[in-house]
């Protein structure tokens, strides 16, 4: 979907290093999510926010921070990289009305060494 | 908390096979979300069920929600190779206004056999 970007694509480094992700919407969509992907354990929700400054956690959030001080931005760091961060992370946004579909970001890879 | 089964985890099939992922859910869903992921790519949103014994049908793709709303199925007839990926359930976690978080099950991974 070419309206949720990710950035980057691809990110090595290093542990104890601090990385952010980015991930960008056109759609105005109220709700952004942070998931990661790793093998054995599927999807797992890191953060969401509802709306512009409204940001909760999610099922794995520990070593992760995110804002949300504009609609379209939901920026994903992680402050200090461990090693069990490498995984493969997916932003993804929907509308506010019920029952509304999430469409993805094409993923950041990141591996930390 | 709120858990969501995919079965089976993996399937091989020869082209041409049909091919069926099931869903169960640990409480009742008010809806269930259906996508799929490609070798590489990102999730994909391929459609939603709502009601309770709902079908609906995607050419050769089948969806059903079970009667009690706890449970449904992908059925896929006389695979073809671009059918190759991750199907993914995907439930509410909660309801009224939470609703738009989703529990997702871990995925059901197609290969096809030319």
């Known amino acids: 979907d070419a309206g949720i970007t990710q950035s980057p694509r691809y990110k090595i480094t290093e542990t104890g290093r601090q990385v952010t992700l980015m991930c960008h919407q056109t759609?105005?969509?109220?709700?952004m999510f942070w998931y990661r992907q790793d093998l054995g354990h599927g999807l797992r929700l890191i953060y969401y926010?509802?709306?512009?400054?409204?940001?909760d956690k999610g099922e794995v959030p520990d070593g992760y921070v995110v804002s949300r001080s504009k609609t379209e931005n939901f920026p994903l760091t992680l402050e200090s990289a461990t090693r069990s961060q490498t995984s493969v992370y997916f932003c993804?946004?929907?509308?506010?009305?019920?029952?509304?579909?999430?469409?993805f970001g094409d993923g950041t890879r990141l591996s930390i060494l | 908390g709120q858990q969501v089964m995919q079965i089976p985890q993996y399937q091989h099939v020869q082209e041409g096979e049909d091919f069926t992922t099931y869903c169960n859910s640990s409480?009742?869903?008010?809806?269930i979300q259906w996508y799929k992921q490609r070798p590489g790519g990102h999730p994909v949103f391929l459609i939603q069920?709502?009601?309770?014994?709902e079908v609906k049908k995607q050419k050769r793709l089948t969806f059903q929600f079970g009667e009690a709303k706890k449970n449904s199925s992908l059925h896929i007839t006389a695979t073809q190779t671009t059918d190759v990926g991750t199907y993914f359930c995907?439930?509410?976690?909660?309801?009224?206004?939470?609703?738009?978080?989703?529990?997702f099950g871990k995925g059901t991974l197609l290969t096809v056999n030319p």
């Open positions: 993804a946004s929907s509308e506010s009305r019920q029952y509304q579909p999430q469409h």
């Open positions: 759609w105005s969509h109220s709700y």
């Open positions: 926010s509802a709306a512009a400054d409204i940001t």
């Open positions: 409480t009742t869903l008010s809806n």
């Open positions: 069920l709502v009601k309770s014994g």
């Open positions: 995907a439930g509410p976690k909660g309801s009224g206004g939470s609703n738009y978080k989703l529990t």
